[in-house]
């Protein structure tokens, strides 16, 4: 199947500082990306549609100016958790469809905020 | 999209078949069932869906009932690495902008 890669797989940082993760679709083009955040024992909760070339829809509760998202080609998707908090710390995960309708996950990014 | 249903946690033994229900009776005519699962501290990964016809693949089988208001993943010899959470979602076809709303799921445990 189709392969989203998702970078870094975790990584720790200071409160206050700004984190990106890149989602990378490998062999297929994704004009959506959907980025999901998970706490421990919680389900994935959807935080964002990532659009090439437009800007980012994001589900209620969500604030835009703290998740940045940039979907600048057709293959990579950015998040950057801006201002990062003790409370940001998660799992993150980003999608994308092959043109089919089986939706691939990346392996998430474990962030850790000190 | 409607609802879906599914018990919380489960239990089978390796080499068994695992069945795993889930509930969606409010399911609409053009929404269709879809099964993933997330081993721990991975991303999600596609299992089968299917909108009433039953449907097999190298992973599972998915029966949904004449109704359509339920229905069950078969995972027909489940071995240790079948440990996982289980999520069974109902949606509309809506090709690559449609988003994939997940529930609690069902943490399958499959005992040697």
């Known amino acids: 199947g189709a392969v989203v890669s998702q970078h870094p797989s975790w990584v720790i940082c200071k409160s206050g500082t700004s984190v990106k993760i890149e989602c990378r679709s490998l062999?297929?083009?994704?004009?959506?990306m959907f980025w999901y955040r998970q706490f421990p024992k919680q389900s994935l909760m959807l935080m964002a549609t990532?659009?090439?070339?437009?800007?980012?829809?994001?589900e209620q509760g969500v604030e835009k100016d703290k998740f940045l998202i940039n979907h600048a080609s057709l293959t990579l998707s950015t998040l950057t958790v801006t201002s990062a908090h003790p409370e940001d710390s998660s799992f993150y995960i980003c999608?994308?469809?092959?043109?089919?309708?089986?939706?691939?996950f990346g392996s998430g990014t474990q962030l850790s905020v000190l | 999209d409607a609802k879906t249903t599914q018990p919380p946690s489960m239990d089978c033994a390796e080499g068994r078949a695992a069945n795993l229900p889930c509930n969606h009776s409010?399911?609409?005519?053009?929404?269709?069932v879809y099964w993933y699962r997330q081993i721990h501290s991975q991303g999600p990964q596609y299992i089968i869906h299917g909108l009433k016809n039953n449907e097999t693949n190298e992973m599972a089988s998915l029966i949904i009932t004449e109704d359509r208001k339920s229905s069950t993943l078969i995972l027909p010899h489940a071995t240790l690495r079948d440990t996982a959470v289980y999520y069974c979602?109902?949606?509309?076809?809506?090709?690559?902008?449609?988003?994939?709303?997940f529930g609690q799921g069902t943490t399958l445990q499959v005992k040697p």
């Open positions: 062999d297929f083009q994704a004009t959506t």
């Open positions: 409010t399911i609409s005519g053009n929404e269709y």
């Open positions: 990532s659009n090439e070339g437009s800007k980012a829809t994001y």
């Open positions: 999608s994308a469809r092959d043109g089919s309708e089986k939706l691939f």
């Open positions: 979602i109902v949606r509309k076809r809506s090709g690559n902008t449609g988003k994939l709303i």
